[in-house]
């Protein structure tokens, strides 16, 4: 988990519409942004999560995720903006498949500020990305069979 906060950085990015499943009009572009590399050990099903912090400011993150850095354009594989503001901030979560070893790109953008401004917006957040247990009845890849002991 990364507690971190956007007011320190600039905003670089953002993510229109045509560019993400998830957005349905262009946002982040005037918002301050961070950015994390993430690299999975273990190719599955993972949940990232990013909680806004609604002290000190109310906080309206937009989340998106991409195999490139940047562009976001045509390797985005979805963005997560749940809540829009005016509201009480809510959280951004994603649930992907992701392959071990392929490197993709967190990003963790503002939509609105506490006043219900578009875009600018930025705060304190935790980011946090987990991987999922295999469901019931889930393939296990090479596992092999069990067989009773006597």
Known sequence: ???????????????????????????????PDAVYAFTPSESGTYDVLVEPSKLPTLYDPLLYVATTCPPVAGTCLGASDEV???????????????????????????????????EGASGNYKLSITKRPLRRGASCGGARPASPRA
């Open 84 to 118: 829009p503001l005016p509201s009480t901030g809510g959280n951004e979560l994603l649930t992907l498949t992701l392959t071990a070893g392929a490197t993709v790109y967190v990003f963790v953008d503002g939509t609105y500020d506490k006043n219900g401004s578009a």
């Open 1 to 31: 988990m990364v507690d971190a906060i956007t007011h320190t950085v600039t905003p670089d990015y953002g993510v229109d519409a045509a560019e993400c499943a998830g957005v349905s009009t262009s946002q982040g572009h005037a918002s």
